[in-house]
C-alpha cells in the first residue's frame, strides 16, 4: 500500500474517533504532510517507540499504542504460561495523553489475558523499573517521551530484569508490528470490567514507600548531611513532571531541611509552560531556580527531567553566580565521592567496579583505576550498563558501585536497571552537603579533581538532518566514513580507527587489525594522536547523528583548545 492508500484507509476506519477524522480530513490537500505522517510505521527499536503526537502511521496515538502492546502481548504469550502468569507492569510520565496511551496499553494486555499493574498516577521511570523487579513482572511498559519536546510522546518497553527489551525481544515486536493489521488485530478489555475483575490491578503509596527506602538505603553518610542539615539549603526543579513527589520526600527523609522547591515548575503540565525544552542538560531552564537559589543564598540546584530517570546540577561558584556542570563532570564528582565515602565507612565491597558507556568521559577510568577500581564500558544505553552489572556480579568478576552515562543518567544499588533521578537525587545532595562540611562547594570539588587527576574537557556536537531525506543523510555520513576511514583530523593524525559495527580496530601507522570486546552497534572512535577520543553515533531516538569529543590536557586551555578544534571537524561532517 502506498502513504495515500494508507491515508484513505484511515479516513474511513470506523476506528477512529470524530476528532480524528476532522484531524486528517484537514490535511487532505496537503500531499507532503499526509506523506510525512503515512509513509511508514513508527519504528520499534530497543527504546521502544517515540515521536510527534497526532493521527497517522507515523505519529504516537492510541491506535499505534494498541498496535504495539498487541505486538508485545503476543510476543509474551509465546514465553509460555508461566510468564503470562507473572503479569506486566505500566507507567506513565507527565505528557499530553501519557494517561490516556497507558491505560489503552493497560486495556490491551488484560483482553490478551495477561495481568496488569498499572501505577494509579504518573510516578518516575526508574520505579517502573522497581515494580518489575520487586513484583516479578515479565515485563512493563512505559509511556513516555523523557526530556523531548511537548509534541513527542514515546512508549518504553522492559523485560523482567527491569531494563529495557533486549535487542532480540524488541525484534519480535517489530516484525510482528509489520504483520499486524493496526486496526484488526487488536484485543482489548474494557477498562473498569477489568479492574473490577483485577485483571488490571492498581499500584500506589505501597509501591511508593518500597520504592524510597531502597532509593535511601544507598545513602553512605548520614552525618555528613547532619552536620549541615540547619545551615545548608538546595533548590529542586521537577520541570513540571514526574519528580515532583518523590525527589523532595526522598530528601526530606534523608535529613535535609531546607529544599526549596521551585513552585512554578512544581505544577503538573505536559506543555512545560514555563521552559523551551524540559531537559536537565539546557541552562537556559533553570532561570527560575537560579532566581530562587540567589535570593535563598543555597548552596546547588537540582533539576529531574520530565519522567524523572536523568538529574542535572548546577552548582555555586561564587559572586552569586551559578554554572551548570555537565552530566561527565556530574558523574565523575560523584563517583570520586562515593569510592571516598565508602572506604570512610568501611562499605566498599570487594571487587568494585565502576561502569560508563563508551562515550562517557574517559576521566572516570582515571578516577576509578587511580583508587584501585576496574572500570568497564557499554554501548550507550541502561540496558546495556544493566546487562554488564548482572554479568559482573553473577560471575562473582565485580561489584559496581555506580554506572552512568554523560548524558545525566545514573544508576546506583540493585533494585533497578535503569538510570534514577531519585536515587542519584539522594546521593549527589549527600555529597553536596559533605562537601560544604569541608567547607566546600561542588565547583570547589570539581577543581580538585581536576588538580588530582588531571584535566579533561567534553563535547557533543549534534548534527540534526531533518525530514524524510535525513535518515538516507545519516546512512551516508557512516557509510562515507567507513569506505574512507580518516587517517587525519584536523591536523591530528589518527592512531587508531574502530568499529563498533564488527569490533575492528586498526591500527593506521602500521596497518595491523585487531578486535574489541564490543561489537553490534553502528558506532565509529577515533583514537587521536594527541590523546582525544572521537565516536560518532547516530541517534537511536532522534533524527541527528551525535559527535562525542573526548580530550584531556595538562591544563584547562589545552583541553578546551582540542575540543574547539575538533568540534569544528565535526560540524564539516554535515556536508
Same mark, same amino acid.
Given at each position: 500500500?502506498?502513504?495515500?492508500?494508507?491515508?484513505?484507509?484511515?479516513?474511513?476506519?470506523?476506528?477512529?474517533?470524530?476528532?480524528?477524522?476532522?484531524?486528517?480530513?484537514?490535511? *487532505?490537500?496537503?500531499?507532503?504532510?499526509?506523506?510525512?505522517?503515512?509513509?511508514?510505521?513508527?519504528?520499534?527499536?530497543?527504546?521502544?517507540?517515540?515521536?510527534?503526537?497526532?493521527?497517522?502511521?507515523?505519529?504516537?496515538?492510541?491506535?499505534?499504542?494498541?498496535?504495539?502492546?498487541?505486538?508485545?502481548?503476543?510476543?509474551?504469550?509465546?514465553?509460555?504460561?508461566?510468564?503470562?502468569?507473572?503479569?506486566?507492569?505500566?507507567?506513565?510520565?507527565?505528557?499530553?495523553?501519557?494517561?490516556?496511551?497507558?491505560?489503552?496499553?493497560?486495556?490491551?494486555?488484560?483482553?490478551?489475558?495477561?495481568?496488569?499493574?498499572?501505577?494509579?498516577?504518573?510516578?518516575?521511570?526508574?520505579?517502573?523499573?522497581?515494580?518489575?523487579?520487586?513484583?516479578?513482572?515479565?515485563?512493563?511498559?512505559?509511556?513516555?517521551?523523557?526530556?523531548?519536546?511537548?509534541?513527542?510522546?514515546?512508549?518504553?518497553?522492559?523485560?523482567?530484569?527491569?531494563?529495557?527489551?533486549?535487542? *532480540?525481544?524488541?525484534?519480535?515486536?517489530?516484525?510482528?508490528?509489520?504483520?499486524?493489521?493496526?486496526?484488526?488485530?487488536?484485543?482489548?478489555?474494557?477498562?473498569?470490567?477489568?479492574?473490577?475483575?483485577?485483571?488490571?490491578?492498581?499500584?500506589?503509596?505501597?509501591?511508593?514507600?518500597?520504592?524510597?527506602?531502597?532509593?535511601?538505603?544507598?545513602?553512605?553518610?548520614?552525618?555528613?548531611?547532619?552536620?549541615?542539615?540547619?545551615?545548608?539549603?538546595?533548590?529542586?526543579?521537577?520541570?513540571?513532571?514526574?519528580?515532583?513527589?518523590?525527589?523532595? $520526600?526522598?530528601?526530606?527523609?534523608?535529613?535535609?531541611?531546607?529544599?526549596?522547591?521551585?513552585? $512554578?515548575?512544581?505544577?503538573?503540565?505536559?506543555?512545560?509552560?514555563?521552559?523551551?525544552?524540559?531537559?536537565?542538560?539546557?541552562?537556559?531552564?533553570?532561570?527560575?531556580?537560579?532566581?530562587?537559589? *540567589?535570593?535563598?543564598?543555597?548552596?546547588?540546584?537540582?533539576?529531574?527531567?520530565?519522567?524523572?530517570?536523568?538529574?542535572?546540577?548546577?552548582?555555586?561558584?561564587?559572586?552569586?553566580?551559578?554554572?551548570?556542570?555537565?552530566?561527565?563532570?556530574?558523574?565523575?564528582?560523584?563517583?570520586?565521592?562515593?569510592?571516598?565515602?565508602?572506604?570512610?565507612?568501611?562499605?566498599?565491597?570487594?571487587?568494585?567496579?565502576?561502569?560508563?558507556?563508551?562515550?562517557?568521559?574517559?576521566?572516570?577510568?582515571?578516577?576509578?583505576?587511580?583508587?584501585?577500581?576496574?572500570?568497564?564500558?557499554?554501548f550507550t544505553g541502561f540496558k546495556f550498563l544493566a546487562q554488564k552489572k548482572d554479568q559482573l556480579e553473577s560471575s562473582g568478576e565485580g561489584n559496581v558501585i555506580m554506572s552512568y552515562e554523560e548524558s545525566y543518567g545514573y544508576m546506583l544499588g540493585s533494585f533497578?536497571?535503569?538510570?534514577?533521578?531519585?536515587?542519584?537525587?539522594?546521593?549527589?545532595?549527600?555529597?553536596?552537603?559533605?562537601?560544604?562540611?569541608?567547607?566546600?562547594?561542588?565547583?570547589?570539588?570539581?577543581?580538585?579533581?581536576?588538580?588530582?587527576?588531571?584535566?579533561?574537557?567534553?563535547?557533543?556536537?549534534?548534527?540534526?538532518?531533518?525530514?524524510?531525506?535525513?535518515?538516507?543523510?545519516?546512512?551516508?555520513?557512516?557509510?562515507?566514513?567507513?569506505?574512507?576511514?580518516?587517517?587525519?583530523?584536523?591536523?591530528?593524525?589518527?592512531?587508531?580507527? *574502530?568499529?563498533?559495527?564488527?569490533?575492528?580496530?586498526?591500527?593506521?601507522?602500521?596497518?595491523?587489525?585487531?578486535?574489541?570486546?564490543?561489537?553490534?552497534?553502528?558506532?565509529?572512535?577515533?583514537?587521536?594522536?594527541?590523546?582525544?577520543?572521537?565516536?560518532?553515533?547516530?541517534?537511536?531516538?532522534?533524527?541527528?547523528?551525535?559527535?562525542?569529543?573526548?580530550?584531556?590536557?595538562?591544563?584547562?586551555?589545552?583541553? $578546551?583548545?582540542?575540543?574547539?578544534?575538533?568540534?569544528?571537524?565535526?560540524?564539516?561532517?554535515?556536508?
Amino acid at each position: 500500500m502506498s502513504y495515500r492508500d494508507t491515508y484513505e484507509a484511515w479516513l474511513v476506519s470506523s476506528a477512529l474517533s470524530n476528532q480524528e477524522k476532522a484531524e486528517l480530513e484537514a490535511i *487532505k490537500n496537503d500531499d507532503k504532510e499526509i506523506e510525512s505522517r503515512f509513509f511508514s510505521q513508527l519504528e520499534f527499536g530497543t527504546a521502544g517507540l517515540r515521536g510527534t503526537m497526532g493521527a497517522g502511521t507515523y505519529r504516537m496515538n492510541v491506535h499505534v499504542i494498541r498496535h504495539a502492546t498487541q505486538a508485545f502481548a503476543q510476543v509474551i504469550l509465546e514465553e509460555g504460561p508461566k510468564a503470562v502468569k507473572r503479569g506486566v507492569a505500566i507507567c506513565f510520565d507527565c505528557r499530553n495523553n501519557s494517561d490516556v496511551f497507558a491505560r489503552e496499553a493497560a486495556c490491551v494486555m488484560a483482553g490478551n489475558g495477561i495481568p496488569v499493574r498499572l501505577f494509579e498516577a504518573l510516578r518516575p521511570t526508574p520505579e517502573l523499573s522497581f515494580a518489575i523487579r520487586e513484583y516479578g513482572c515479565i515485563a512493563g511498559i512505559n509511556v513516555t517521551a523523557s526530556h523531548n519536546p511537548k509534541e513527542y510522546n514515546g512508549y518504553k518497553v522492559y523485560w523482567e530484569d527491569g531494563a529495557q527489551l533486549p535487542p *532480540k525481544h524488541a525484534d519480535e515486536v517489530a516484525k510482528k508490528m509489520q504483520e499486524l493489521d493496526v486496526f484488526a488485530c487488536v484485543k482489548k478489555a474494557d477498562y473498569d470490567q477489568a479492574v473490577s475483575e483485577g485483571k488490571i490491578v492498581l499500584m500506589g503509596a505501597e509501591t511508593d514507600e518500597k520504592f524510597l527506602a531502597n532509593a535511601l538505603a544507598q545513602a553512605i553518610d548520614i552525618q555528613a548531611v547532619e552536620k549541615v542539615a540547619d545551615t545548608f539549603k538546595m533548590v529542586y526543579t521537577p520541570f513540571h513532571g514526574t519528580g515532583y513527589k518523590l525527589i523532595p $520526600e526522598a530528601l526530606r527523609r534523608l535529613g535535609m531541611k531546607h529544599v526549596i522547591c521551585v513552585p $512554578e515548575q512544581m505544577v503538573i503540565d505536559g506543555n512545560f509552560p514555563t521552559v523551551k525544552s524540559p531537559n536537565p542538560e539546557n541552562p537556559e531552564g533553570f532561570y527560575l531556580a537560579v532566581d530562587i537559589a *540567589k535570593k535563598e543564598g543555597a548552596d546547588f540546584i537540582l533539576g529531574s527531567d520530565p519522567d524523572a530517570d536523568r538529574v542535572g546540577i548546577m552548582v555555586n561558584v561564587g559572586g552569586g553566580e551559578f554554572k551548570v556542570l555537565t552530566g561527565n563532570q556530574t558523574g565523575v564528582l560523584l563517583l570520586d565521592y562515593l569510592i571516598g565515602a565508602m572506604k570512610r565507612t568501611g562499605r566498599l565491597p570487594a571487587n568494585p567496579v565502576a561502569l560508563k558507556t563508551i562515550v562517557t568521559t574517559e576521566m572516570a577510568r582515571k578516577v576509578a583505576e587511580v583508587n584501585g577500581l576496574k572500570c568497564f564500558d557499554t554501548f550507550t544505553g541502561f540496558k546495556f550498563l544493566a546487562q554488564k552489572k548482572d554479568q559482573l556480579e553473577s560471575s562473582g568478576e565485580g561489584n559496581v558501585i555506580m554506572s552512568y552515562e554523560e548524558s545525566y543518567g545514573y544508576m546506583l544499588g540493585s533494585f533497578v536497571r535503569d538510570k534514577d533521578a531519585v536515587t542519584a537525587a539522594v546521593a549527589l545532595s549527600e555529597m553536596a552537603a559533605w562537601y560544604a562540611g569541608q567547607g566546600m562547594t561542588l565547583y570547589d570539588a570539581l577543581l580538585a579533581l581536576y588538580d588530582k587527576y588531571g584535566f579533561y574537557s567534553e563535547k557533543t556536537c549534534n548534527l540534526v538532518m531533518p525530514g524524510l531525506d535525513g535518515l538516507k543523510k545519516m546512512a551516508g555520513l557512516m557509510a562515507n566514513l567507513r569506505e574512507k576511514p580518516p587517517v587525519e583530523i584536523a591536523g591530528v593524525a589518527v592512531k587508531e580507527q *574502530k568499529d563498533y559495527k564488527d569490533g575492528s580496530v586498526v591500527c593506521v601507522e602500521c596497518g595491523k587489525r585487531s578486535r574489541m570486546e564490543l561489537s553490534g552497534s553502528n558506532v565509529l572512535r577515533y583514537e587521536m594522536a594527541d590523546g582525544t577520543s572521537l565516536i560518532v553515533r547516530p541517534s537511536g531516538t532522534e533524527p541527528k547523528v551525535k559527535v562525542y569529543i573526548l580530550a584531556n590536557g595538562a591544563s584547562r586551555e589545552e583541553a $578546551e583548545a582540542k575540543v574547539a578544534k575538533y568540534a569544528a571537524w565535526a560540524e564539516s561532517l554535515k556536508g
